[in-house]
């Protein structure tokens, strides 16, 4: 498998919380963008026409078409309208004939969210909406400055299920005055609406953000570490009583409703970033990976879109370093033996070794006669702080 990911980097207005390269404004250049991305994949041509050859022990598995999952993140992909998107979703089909053939994803804001939008994304081949619900109550919708209402979050899950589109919503916990009973009600809501996979994330604030400003003016309050930690407890407790598996650090699905364009990260498969700040990763046959890093912000990318901000090789250890801390995100566990398929400069020995210490905390187990190596149950909370020793 491998997988496109699209920066569609526009948004309506910014949510006072959020650090992503995105440009604000009602109108995208819809052509200017798509212009770009052509100029980017041809600057990278020579790279695109090595990347569809198969190569290595992770291609085997390459039967099914050459980029089998395409993401359009952002940003606000549905802020293209559907005529917008119907550009973008031809101008992938020529460059890029099959792709998303196993999952297409649309990101999608509430506001956005009906039938007109829904048709032109199966048109363009989406199987998938990840909508930007965040919370269904009022308060939270207004506090994260959300421009959408609880009812336009549910009717948006719902239009998108009468279209035949899978449903992720996401929920941000931990917003000051948030409660475990309403975090519970935001679960009920999402899950009875249709939303088979819910992402969680906890509210942080980082400091380029609007939020800080809106703190020194009284007119917000930055989120308590303990509470967001309850209520992430609290969102675990409701999906999975609802019958999601808590399958990722921040991931809840349905059986059968796993984010496959996000597996393709947490199992070390290739993906091709286009766009603002968009990230790509190629994995070589001795383990090392090319990791490469677009320009953020869409002038200076329109300027250059061939030329990467950052790109650097891992050599195989480091790769295999790295790919402990991306497979251990999947709370099913890192399948051993395709870890060192992946990565055939380390041994099983070497796992063992730089494990010991969370292995002997608790905070790793192995499972399944040792063929897995996973985060203890319970212990997932803990993910970044295990990573982080692993990565030392
Ligand atoms: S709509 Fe999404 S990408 Fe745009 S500012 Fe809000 S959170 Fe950020």
Redesign the pocket.
């Known amino acids: 498998m491998r997988g496109i990911y699209v920066h569609v980097p526009f948004?309506?207005?910014?949510?006072p919380?959020?650090d992503?390269d995105?440009q604000v404004g009602r109108t995208p250049d819809v052509a200017g963008f798509i212009a770009g991305l052509e100029r980017e994949a041809s600057g990278r041509g020579q790279e695109l026409a090595e990347w569809t050859c198969p190569e290595g022990p992770g291609d085997s598995d390459l039967a099914d078409a050459p980029w089998s999952t395409v993401y359009l993140g952002?940003?606000?992909p549905s802020l293209l309208g559907p005529a917008g998107l119907a550009q973008l979703g031809e101008w992938l089909a020529r460059r890029f004939p099959g792709a998303g053939a196993r999952e297409f994803t649309v990101e999608v804001?509430p506001e956005h969210g009906d039938p007109s939008l829904y048709a032109a994304v199966r048109a363009i081949g989406g199987t998938r909406v990840s909508l930007?619900t965040?919370s269904t109550e009022a308060e939270g919708l207004r506090t994260l400055?959300?421009v959408h209402s609880p009812e336009q979050a549910l009717a948006s899950i719902a239009a998108a299920v009468e279209a035949g589109l899978r449903v992720s919503a996401d929920l941000i916990v931990g917003w000051p005055g948030q409660t475990a009973a309403g975090v519970q009600a935001d679960v009920a809501r999402l899950t009875q609406a249709g939303a088979e996979h819910v992402s969680v994330y906890a509210l942080t604030i980082e400091a380029d953000t609007p939020w800080p400003t809106l703190v020194r003016r009284g007119k917000r309050r930055l989120p308590d570490s303990d509470h967001q930690a309850d209520m992430l407890a609290a969102a675990e407790q409701a999906l999975t009583s609802a019958g999601l598996q808590h399958y990722e650090v921040a991931s809840y699905a349905r059986a059968g409703a796993e984010a496959q364009h996000n597996l393709l990260y947490w199992t070390w498969q290739d993906y091709l970033g286009l766009g603002p700040s968009a990230h790509s990763a190629r994995y070589f046959a001795d383990g090392s990976v090319l990791r490469r890093g677009n320009v953020r912000g869409l002038p200076t990318w329109l300027a250059d879109p061939g030329t990467p901000a950052e790109a650097e090789r891992l050599t195989p250890e480091a790769a295999a370093i790295e790919g402990l801390w991306t497979g251990l995100r999947d709370l099913r566990g890192l399948d051993v033996g395709a870890y060192l398929r992946r990565f055939p400069a380390v041994t099983r020995g070497w796992i063992e070794h730089r494990t010991r210490r969370q292995v002997a905390r608790g905070n790793l187990e192995w499972a399944a006669e040792g063929q897995v190596l996973r985060i203890a149950p319970g212990r997932w909370y803990w993910h970044d702080a295990v990573a982080a020793d692993l990565l030392a």
Do not use: E, L, S
């Open positions: 948004c309506a207005r910014a949510c919380y959020c992503f995105f952002g940003g606000t804001n930007g965040q400055g959300r």
